[in-house]
């Protein structure tokens, strides 16, 4: 796989779900010790197999409930697929759930520590990118106020600033650059084009916005209820997709 950045072998990802309302938090609890839940089996993705070249800028197009997120969040080793195989090459930023591991009571500087320790960076790594990422996130006045007093635009923000703060190999992105205002949305647009242009970073991107994955993307691949729907260049995808989905 020398050219090959991810390859996604026969995933499937099932999930169990209660096949009956549960109308309290204590009748869940009586039935779940009872073992009295009934449970169905869900798939939300089936056997879903594809490669993505290094270098290459690839969308995930889709209708909600698609399988998009759960596909992500299996290339980035959040989730552990039911049956399948991923095989990745070099580091991963995965941009997803941005700021998922923040907490409120913290300062955004003991965020941005919390934050980097937990996707693997060092102390002292994060220490030398400390003025980069306050910098980018724009948030130099408010980096000493707790985090439960920021707007989400500014969680994004931050959370942003961390996860790209590295060079990564691959760069997964899903629908962040739909959050924050319209200044930091090109910011961060302009941003990820350069990793893609001067670093040539692989990039896996996900966003209902069409148009966005068109600017940014060369090819994509077309999910419908968790099945691959078609591969190909990123305009004849979404051009079958607007006319078929
Ligand atoms: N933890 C979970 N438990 C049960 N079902 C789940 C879970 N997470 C996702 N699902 C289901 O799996 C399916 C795929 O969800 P996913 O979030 O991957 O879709 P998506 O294409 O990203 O959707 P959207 O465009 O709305 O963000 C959905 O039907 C969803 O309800």
Redesign the pocket.
Known sequence: MSDIAIQVSNVTMK???ASEKLDSLKNYFIKKIRKEIQYEE?H?LKEVGFSVNKGDVFGII??????????LKIIAGVLKPTQGKVVTKGAIAPLIELGAGFNGELSGVENIYLNGLLMGYSKKFVKDKLEEIISFSELDKFIHTPLKNYSSGMKARLGFSIATVIQPEILIVD?VLSVGDFKFKEKSEKKIKSMIEDEGTTVLF?S?SLSQVERICKNALW?EH?CVKKIGKVEEIISEFKNNA
């Open positions: 999930y169990r779900i869900f939300a889709g209708l909600n409930g698609a399988g998009k997120s759960t596909l629908e996900v209902h999910l968790g």
